[in-house]
Every structure is written in structure tokens, then in C-alpha cells.
């Protein structure tokens, strides 16, 4: 199973839609430890890129994720913003001109992505941010996409590890970002951003998954 330019923009317009139903929840995990508005933010800038993608009309995945990268750097606020448009440029550039995506297509660009969010950020696995969501993930993906997993089941894999990830940062002590300020005070609060980041494969995981049922 592979999926193509239709199935990309159905991920972010559904995303879009899940990001708008997780606002609140989302503001309330970032007041804990931040400025409170993660949510909103993300709501915001998925529904532009929604927008911008059924008016643009592009012609491969890159393209697409290209657009949703460029639109989240323009329209989401604080620190979310720089690091989910290169995380989306990344999967853009990991996938090239490639008119079809599978699992081991995939599994590089989303390797290459995450690498590009480390850099942008200079997270590390473990200082709380969504780096401990998106690097579990990209290795679960690569492991089942090497071992010749069906794209779905290893999209759903890939989903799974990035929702432990996030759960897991919650007794963690932020090292980056604002949350950092607060010191131990941090240790307690599950990070906004391994949320949503895992909320966004999740919704990769439903959407493209059903292809192979």
C-alpha cells in the first residue's frame, strides 16, 4: 500500500479538525508549564494549512507538506512554529518527487525530520519537548518498515511509541524551552508539544491505515 497526494491532504485537513477538538486540552497541559496557548496556536495554523492545500491544489506529497511547513512558520506563534515548520519542511525534503509514499519512503523522511527538529530546536531525547514523541516513533517506523511491515501496521506502531513517548515526558524535567524556566517544577506536566505531535501521527495512522483494510 502507498499512499499519494490525495492522502496527504486528507491528513492535514483531519488534523486540522482533531487539532480544533484538542484545543482546550492542549491549552491546559501548555498553561501548566508555558504560555497556555499551544492549542490555539495549533488549531490556527492546521486550518490555514488546510485552506492554503485545497486552494493551492499541489501536484506531489512533498509539495503539499512543503506548503503546510511554510504556512505553519507564518502562522503559529511562539516556538511551535519554527520547529513544526521544519518538521514538516523535513518530511518535504525526505520524500523529494517521489509521487507515491510507502512505509520505507516514509520512514526516511520522517527520520529525516525529526533529525531536522533536533537541529532547529537542539533538543535531545529526554529534555521534554516533542522530541521524546517524534524520535521513538521515527525508530519504530524505520524497524517495522525494515522488517517488511504492511504500511498501516507500522503507522499504527509508529503512532503508538510517539503516544508512550509523550505520556513518558511527564515526570521528566524540562531542559528546553520556556517550561525550563520553572526548573523541578516542570516534573509533573505532560509536554504540549510530544502531544500534539503525537496526535498528528496518530491521525496519520487512522487516516492512512484504513487504506490497507
Known sequence: MAIGTPEVVDWVRL??????????????????????DHGANMARGFTAAA????????ETPAAALRTVGMTLLSTVGGAAGPLYGSFFIGLAGGLGDAAEVDAATWSAALTQAVAGVVRRGKAELGDKTMVDALTPAAETLEAAAGNGAAFGAALAGSAAAAETGAEATTPLVARKGRASYLGERSA????????SSALLLRIAAETWGARDE
Open 51 to 58: 485552506e492554503r492545500l485545497a486552494a493551492a491544489a499541489p
Open 15 to 36: 488534523s486540522a479538525a482533531a487539532l480544533e477538538d484538542e484545543r482546550d486540552r492542549l491549552n491546559r497541559l501548555d498553561a501548566d508549564i508555558g504560555d497556555g
Open 188 to 195: 509533573g506536566h505532560q509536554d504540549p508539544g510530544a502531544t
